[in-house]
């Protein structure tokens, strides 16, 4: 028996199944089965039993010798390309570059310790596809150094991308917590992480206005903000040749000593906000007029207190109940425990003076608010009393904040002065995805200030390239898309998401049906791709191999084609 397929002009072919027959001297054929009902695939299979060949399930023709998570790799290992950051590190190709290539995709991936790292990325295609296969955490620790003797030159390229003469720099200062205790760097100081007791260390970060990273210095974990800022704007001039900028700062970060100091530097201008003590002096001073506000919320003032600068008072009215409602809690707090204090001492359960001014100390000292509060300690006795005069006049600048800068009007005007100063945003946004949300630079386990320094650079190249993905994906995730509504909304009045940002948050859903996602999410849907390594069972554990990528759901082959667009 044999197919015969019979062309059929026009239409498809005729599959006919026949057999051959002797007649005599004669060799004759005829049709057993019309097969052209059949797919391709049947009629094959079908000439394949005829040929004598044995079939078999194609799951038990093909062993699968290994399956390793892929998609989350490849789409950091894309975003990685789109960047060109194998350059920005180093011309040339090296073992270190590659390792550290590996540990940035490796820390936007699955933030570990470096040995752990070692074993983790074994667990996915990382460390084939990056040829790192055989590092060890020696070899991690070696290009870590080497990294950071390029660290300078990293930076002025990145400088080089994203600064420009006369743009704005956004700069802050935050703090990481340490594991151990014997790096130099590791200090005692204003611990932001809440982990009062344990030594840290600071780092600045350098970002454009949209929160890009640039740079990053490290320091000890005891220096004041104020200290390091006048260095990165020396750097910015000196090693980054940018002679014209403005730079954006909190109240702690630009000191009035570096003020001063700037006054001295041509093209360098500012803007960062007033202390509340100065706030309050410039009311008192009858230099802002509270009643003002009735109508607006944001004005600009002049003060001798501040010649050549501008001031933009603003008043938020949302925050002034935040905050009144929140002194009012600590107040009635405090209240309550100093009266259970007080009926102890009225009950002769505590007598002594100084007992009784530890145990209000360790009361106000929770609620931080002593200042509104008198209290009188003597011997079996103790009273104390609101001061209202001074609640009052606290209450009044409640949702008050004061815009000081020195650009000019013609180049800047009062509202934008606003947004500029709260993009100040970006950073924080920053700091957390560095600390918490996805990159963990804490807690740091090295325990030289080099390894630090090398392990902080790495992770702001790491956010690099996250926040490039998440501008990317932002169509995927919660984000707001209606960007451009920002430079024209009123600044001072609370942020409001645009109607279709708040619809995708009520729906968790996108336009088309799926689900939104954060960015770790979107992440462990891509870690769903996995690469199979295979082989054909019939051959033998000695036949080659080859490799088999799951096919992308409509998701995954969004989001990687979404990573294809990204420009520097």
């Not at 039993?49 to 892929?70: D, F, K, R, Y």
């Not at 950051?85 to 590659?98: I, N, P, Q, T, V």
């Not at 740079?215 to 220096?223: F, P, Q």
């Not at 109607?499 to 859903?509: H, N, S």
Request: hydrophobic share 45%.
């Amino acid at each position: 028996m044999h197919i015969h397929i019979v062309p059929n002009r026009d239409s498809p072919p005729t599959v006919l199944l026949r057999e051959s027959y002797r007649e005599g001297t004669k060799v004759r054929k005829r049709t057993l089965a019309n097969l052209s009902s059949l797919s391709a695939s049947q009629v094959e299979a079908i000439r394949a039993v005829l040929a004598g060949q044995a079939l078999q399930p194609p799951s038990q023709a093909l062993e699968i010798t290994a399956s390793l998570a892929h998609g989350h790799v490849h789409a950091v290992a894309l975003a990685m390309q789109r960047l060109d950051l194998a350059s920005l590190l180093g011309a040339k190709a090296s073992r270190e570059r590659d390792l550290v290539l590996a540990m940035v995709a490796a820390r936007i991936a699955a933030p570990h310790t470096k040995l752990a790292t070692t074993r983790w990325w074994h667990t996915t295609t990382l460390a084939a596809d990056f040829g790192v296969a055989d590092a060890n955490e020696d070899e991690l620790y070696a290009a870590m150094d080497w990294l950071l003797a390029r660290q300078d030159a990293i930076q002025n390229k990145l400088a080089a991308r994203h600064l420009h003469e006369g743009g704005q720099v956004l700069y802050d200062l935050s703090s990481s917590y340490f594991e151990g205790s014997t790096c130099p760097l590791a200090k005692l100081g204003h611990n932001r992480d809440g982990k009062k007791g344990l030594l840290q260390v600071n780092y600045g970060l350098l970002t454009d206005a949209l929160g890009c990273p640039v740079a990053v210095s490290v320091h000890e974990g005891n220096v004041a903000d104020s200290t390091t800022f006048l260095p990165e704007v020396q750097r910015l001039r000196e090693q980054f040749g940018i002679e014209r900028l403005v730079m954006v700062g909190d109240r702690g970060m630009i000191s009035a000593k570096a003020i001063a100091e700037l006054r001295e530097m041509p093209g360098i201008d500012w803007i960062t906000a007033l202390r509340s003590a100065s706030i309050r002096t410039l009311v008192e001073q009858g230099q802002l007029q509270l009643g003002l506000f009735d109508e607006r919320n944001l004005l600009e003032i002049a003060s001798p207190e501040y010649p050549g600068e501008r001031l933009v008072a603003c008043r938020n009215p949302q925050l002034a109940a935040l905050r009144a409602h929140k002194r009012q809690e600590l107040l009635t707090a405090t209240e309550t425990e100093l009266q259970a204090i007080q009926a102890r001492v009225q009950a002769g359960r505590l007598q002594d003076a100084d007992k009784i001014g530890v145990a209000v100390g360790r009361v106000v000292n929770r609620y931080k608010v002593a200042k509104h509060f008198e209290l009188r300690i003597g011997e079996a006795s103790f009273t104390f009393a609101r001061k209202h005069a001074a609640i009052a006049a606290e209450a009044a600048l409640d949702g008050l904040y004061i815009i000081r800068t020195s650009v000019q009007a013609a180049r800047m005007d009062a509202p934008d002065c606003v947004r500029n100063y709260k993009a100040l945003a970006n950073v924080e946004r920053a700091f957390r995805s560095l600390k918490t949300v996805d990159l963990k630079v804490r807690p740091i386990h090295h325990r030289t200030a080099d390894r630090v320094r090398a392990h902080i650079l790495l992770c702001m190249l790491a956010y690099y390239v996250e926040w490039h993905m998440r501008e990317a994906w932002a169509a995927l995730m919660f984000t707001d898309l209606d960007q451009a509504a920002k430079a024209v909304r009123d600044p001072v009045a609370p942020a409001k998401r645009s109607k279709a940002a708040l619809d995708k948050v009520a729906r968790r859903t996108l336009d088309d049906g799926t689900p939104v996602h954060s960015f770790a999410t979107l992440m462990a849907e891509l870690g769903g791709i996995v690469r199979n390594t295979c082989r054909t069972s019939v051959a033998g554990a000695d036949a080659a191999t080859f490799d088999v990528v799951t096919t992308p759901n409509p998701t995954q082959r969004h989001a990687l084609e979404l990573i294809q667009q990204i420009r520097l």
